[in-house]
């Protein structure tokens, strides 16, 4: 077999099927194919400002501040925490795969104290054991609670507004933390309406941009955090951003080129509908689940209620290698999938399904997913999978 160094050697159209960086759409590609301009012109502002207000429609925010800096999701996090925070700060984090991990750990790194409820990788968040923790903490000692929304790395969706009850419940002040880097844009977020305090995106998934965004949203009790706040911060100083945002600049060059993605991709996404853009990955999503199961394979995630509608984990049979499916998909089929992270290195690959996407794409990727575990070495009828998602996809009213 000819194994390609790199895409450029491969014919056609590469399907990307990871769950991060996504498609980004022929738009937003020509929208960020533009000259550079000066940021600190006197019509710079009038691009500035409606992007940030617009940015708030996503988050579902009336009067949360939102914050972009040029960074990833990991930024993000690092963004959240140290603007809030004091070293020695204790905080509760819910630890169900490997994002939920490192948004730990990036705790850690900044001299927090994190307590950790921990679960199976396939379970979601559980709000009754945050609930319990918190009633404990009769000090009020825990400052703050970490929940990814969608944990990337085994395809399982949490109930935010539960753990948002159960804080609530427990007549606790904590801050409620939320990593949503792989479903904002693409599953359900309510940040007022889930009492979220400080969350977190990046640009590469929902957004279907190219990587290099940070993007956080900090409720105003989250604001008023900082004022007390010693960890050290200076490139993701809130105080800054917000003094230069405030007059539609930055404190320091912006990812122009980003910018003007980020615009046409807010643009496409107020075009669809957000409702119209979760009903979509919700669609696509039962698909692909419906050829899991026709596959005879089950998802990472335990239970129906926390299927995740932006990336499915695929459990490869005994004997099996995840990663091997991962490769040959690449190599043959000139098809990206994610592998197995961390504990669940090998035990299962994970489809992407977020983004700039529809139903043929979906079922393209389907066949290369059905082709690549025969040629690993699991059996799988192949057309079942495909099969299942069209009869699911097809009839749908237009
Ligand atoms: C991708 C991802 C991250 C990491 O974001 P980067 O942009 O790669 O830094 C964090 N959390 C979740 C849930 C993710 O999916």
Not at 287 to 299: E, K, P, S
Not at 328 to 351: E, Q, T
Request: hydrophobic share 45%; net charge negative; aromatic share 8%.
């Amino acid at each position: 077999m000819a194994l390609p160094d790199s895409l450029a050697h491969l014919p056609g159209r590469h399907f990307l099927f990871v769950p991060g960086p996504t498609n980004v759409s022929d738009r937003v590609l020509r929208a960020m194919d533009r000259p550079m301009e000066d940021h600190r012109s006197s019509a710079f502002p009038g691009f500035v400002r409606p992007l940030l207000e617009d940015l708030k429609g996503v988050f579902r925010t009336a009067g949360g501040q939102v914050f972009v800096f040029a960074a990833t999701g990991t930024g993000g996090w690092e963004a959240s925490l140290v603007n809030t925070r004091s070293p020695g700060d204790r905080l509760l984090a819910v630890r169900n795969g490997h994002f939920s991990e490192g948004f730990a750990e990036s705790a850690r790194r900044h001299g927090l104290a994190v307590d950790v409820i921990d679960v199976e990788w396939g379970e979601a968040a559980p709000p009754d054991r945050v609930e319990e923790a918190l009633r404990a903490d009769a000090a009020h000692e825990i400052k703050g609670v970490l929940v990814v929304h969608n944990e990337t790395a085994t395809g399982v969706t949490s109930d935010v507004a539960a753990i948002r009850r159960a804080i609530d419940a427990a007549g606790h002040p904590a801050l409620l933390y939320v990593d949503a880097v792989s479903s904002l844009a693409s599953i359900p977020f309510e940040f007022d309406g889930w009492g979220v305090d400080l969350v977190i995106t990046g640009s590469q998934k929902g957004l279907g941009l190219p990587a290099g965004l940070g993007i956080v949203c900090a409720s105003e009790k989250a604001l008023s955090a900082t004022a007390d706040a010693r960890c050290t911060r200076s490139f993701f100083d809130f105080g800054d951003m917000a003094r230069a945002n405030a007059g539609g600049y930055f404190p320091y060059t912006p990812a122009l080129s980003l910018l003007f993605g980020l615009r046409e991709s807010l643009d496409i996404l107020f075009e669809e509908g957000l409702d119209n853009v979760f009903a979509r990955h919700h669609r696509l999503a039962e698909g692909v689940r419906a050829a899991v199961a026709a596959w005879g394979l089950t998802t990472c995630a335990r239970r129906p209620e926390w299927v995740s509608d932006s990336v499915t984990a695929v459990v490869v049979p005994e004997g099996t290698d995840g990663a091997e499916v991962v490769d040959i998909a690449f190599r043959r089929y000139n098809l990206s999938l994610g592998g197995g992270l961390g504990r669940v290195a090998g035990k299962l690959f994970r489809i992407g399904h977020m983004g700039d996407l529809n139903e043929l794409m979906v079922l393209g990727a389907l066949a290369g997913v059905e082709m690549a575990m025969r040629d690993a070495g699991i059996p799988v009828s192949l057309g079942t999978g495909v099969g299942a998602a069209a009869e699911l996809y097809a009839g749908r009213p237009s």
